[in-house]
């Protein structure tokens, strides 16, 4: 049964914008822990954003001050808005939760124990 679903990916020159969204399927969306992390070929999958159930934002200092993660708990949906996209950001994005917990404890992947299928994000220069 999947229940988290990512869109948004595409291809866009450095410089540029890009939103993607991530719709849950479960009721209780907004009671807990979520976030996005990327996986570049040859890398290992890294956190990127996360949030806690009051919205708590925390991001990775490679990302901070052009990422962006929210949320819509009437629409189920998460989002990462990334604003001044560098080549580097290229990468499957994942979005993820971790439905024990209300706060997001740590960026380790292992801790987040629902994902979705992800989406391409590629940056040109």
């Known amino acids: 049964q999947v229940q988290l679903v990512e869109s948004g990916g595409g291809s866009v020159q450095a410089g540029g914008s890009r939103r993607l969204s991530c719709v849950d399927s479960?009721?209780?969306?907004?009671?807990?822990?979520m976030g996005w992390f990327r996986q570049a070929p040859g890398k290992e999958r890294e956190g990127v954003a996360i949030l806690d159930s009051d919205d708590r934002a925390r991001y990775a200092d490679s990302v901070k001050g052009r990422f962006t993660i929210s949320k819509d708990n009437a629409k189920r949906t998460l989002y990462l808005q990334m604003d001044s996209l560098k080549p580097e950001d290229t990468a499957m994005y994942y979005c993820?939760?971790?439905?024990?917990?209300?706060?997001?404890?740590?960026?380790?992947?292992?801790?987040?124990?629902?994902w979705g299928q992800g989406t391409q994000v590629t940056v040109s220069s």
């Open positions: 993820a939760a971790d439905t024990r917990s209300a706060v997001c404890i740590i960026w380790d992947p292992s801790e987040f124990n629902s």
């Open positions: 479960r009721y209780t969306f907004s009671t807990y822990c």
